[in-house]
């Protein structure tokens, strides 16, 4: 698993994933596939994937999706932890699930 399978996930099921780094710092993938450290406020001096690498715990969180309408629950979070095989396999489910666009001629 890695960076890149995060963000298929965090896409493709509009989640949250965070993850506590070896320095202390905390990752955040958001629902747009984007990986932030909030904390870091210079060039850091760590490689995410090698980081990704020693992850044990991924904290997921679902909600807040975009048919807020819809939601009873508005502006509630269901969160979850996650252990490094069940967010690998979660990450694999997502990879399996195919492009997530439909295929057409031009």
Do not use: Y
């Given at each position: 698993m890695n960076l890149s399978d995060l963000r298929k996930v965090t896409l493709k099921k509009h989640l949250r994933i965070r993850f506590a780094l070896s320095n202390g710092m905390e990752c955040i993938v958001n629902e747009h596939?984007?990986?932030?450290?909030?904390?870091?406020?210079?060039?850091?001096?760590?490689?995410l994937e090698d980081e990704l690498v020693r992850v044990q715990t991924?904290?997921?969180?679902a909600g807040g999706g975009r048919d807020k309408d819809k939601d009873k629950d508005k502006g509630k979070t269901a969160i979850r932890s996650y252990t490094r095989e069940q967010m690998a396999a979660l990450a694999q489910a997502g990879a399996a699930a195919g492009p997530a666009h439909d295929e057409h001629d031009d």
């Open positions: 596939g984007i990986a932030q450290v909030p904390a870091l406020r210079a060039v850091p001096s760590f490689n991924f904290v997921v969180e």
